[in-house]
C-alpha cells in the first residue's frame, strides 16, 4: 500500500477567492465611509465625549472649517454622527457618536494601539 497524497483542486482555491473578495469588498465600503485624511481623526473625538464645532476644529490639526462642515456632514449621513441643535443663546451645535458610530470604538482602540508601537518602532518615541 502506497501513500496517498491529496492535491488542491482548482475548485478549492475558488473559496479562498471569494472570501478574499468578500473582504476586499468590506474593506472598500469601511475606506468609502471613513477613508481619507480627517474622518478616522473627527471619529476618535467623538468617541471620547460630545464635542462642538469649534472643539472639532480645534482638536483636528490641520482641518479647515470648510473641510470640517463637509466631512461632519458626510459622518452624519452614514449614520457614525449625530447633529444636536441646542436651543442656547447663542444656539450651539453638538456633535456626538451614535450606537451605530461606537461599533467602530474597539477597531480605532486598536488602530490606536498599533499606531503607538509602529511610532515607537520607526522613530523610537
Known amino acids: 500500500m502506497g501513500n496517498t497524497v ?12 471569494a472570501a478574499c473578495t468578500l473582504s476586499m469588498k468590506a474593506i472598500q465600503d469601511i475606506m468609502d465611509v471613513l477613508g481619507g485624511k480627517w474622518r478616522i481623526s473627527i471619529v476618535t473625538c467623538l ?10 476644529l480645534k482638536m483636528v490639526d490641520g482641518i479647515s472649517g470648510k ?5 461632519l456632514k ?24 451614535t450606537d451605530y458610530g461606537n461599533s467602530f470604538k474597539e477597531l480605532i482602540q486598536i488602530m490606536a494601539e ?12
Request: charged share 30%; with cysteine.
Open 114 to 125: 498599533w499606531g503607538v508601537k509602529h511610532r515607537k518602532k520607526i522613530i523610537g518615541h
Open 6 to 17: 491529496t492535491t488542491k483542486k482548482p475548485a478549492d482555491a475558488k473559496p479562498s477567492t
Open 67 to 71: 473641510v470640517l462642515s463637509r466631512e
Open 47 to 56: 468617541c471620547f465625549s460630545p464635542r462642538r464645532f469649534s472643539e472639532l
Open 74 to 97: 458626510d459622518l452624519e449621513m452614514n449614520k457614525l454622527i449625530s447633529r444636536t441643535v441646542k436651543d442656547t443663546q447663542p444656539i450651539t451645535v453638538e456633535y456626538a457618536i
